[in-house]
C-alpha cells in the first residue's frame, strides 16, 4: 500500500506562484509513474500534468509554460510548481501513482491517490 500525501495549496492572487509538493511512503517511488489531477467545484476531474519514472512529462495545454512537474526520489516526492496562476485555476489538487511507471492522462491509469489540497486563485 502507497501512501501519498499532498502540501503546499493555499489562497493566491492572479498571477501569483505556489508549489505543491506530494509525498510517497514506500522505498519504490522511483519506479513509479506520477499524476497530478484537479477537479473544480462542479466539474469533472481533470488531469494536470504526469511524469513518468524516467522523468518524461506531460502536460494538459491549459498549463504548458505555467506548471512544472519534477520529482526528488531521495525524498520520496513529486512537486508541481504553479507560476502565473489564474482564477480557472481554483481547484483541488490531487497526486497519484502509476506503480507501472508511465505517465498517462487517465485516472484509470493511477493506482493511488493522495486526499488532495485546495489551491484558490482570487481574482
Known amino acids: 500500500q502507497v501512501q501519498l500525501v499532498e502540501s503546499g495549496g493555499g489562497l493566491v492572487q492572479a498571477g501569483d506562484s505556489l508549489r505543491l509538493s506530494c509525498t510517497a511512503s514506500?522505498?519504490?517511488?522511483?519506479?513509479?509513474?506520477m499524476g497530478w489531477f484537479r477537479q473544480a467545484p462542479g466539474k469533472e476531474l481533470e488531469f494536470v500534468a504526469a511524469?513518468?519514472?524516467?522523468?518524461?512529462?506531460t502536460y494538459v495545454s491549459s498549463v504548458k509554460g505555467r506548471f512544472t512537474i519534477s520529482r526528488d526520489n531521495a525524498k520520496n516526492t513529486v512537486y508541481l510548481q504553479m507560476n502565473s496562476l489564474k482564477p480557472e485555476d481554483t481547484a483541488v489538487y490531487y497526486c497519484?501513482?502509476?506503480?507501472?511507471?508511465?505517465?498517462?492522462?487517465?485516472?484509470?491509469?493511477?493506482?493511488?491517490w493522495g486526499q488532495g489540497t485546495q489551491v484558490t486563485v482570487s481574482s
Open positions: 514506500g522505498r519504490t517511488f522511483s519506479s513509479y509513474g
Open positions: 511524469l513518468s519514472r524516467t522523468s518524461s512529462t
Open positions: 497519484a501513482a502509476d506503480t507501472r511507471g508511465y505517465f498517462g492522462g487517465r485516472r484509470d491509469e493511477y493506482d493511488y
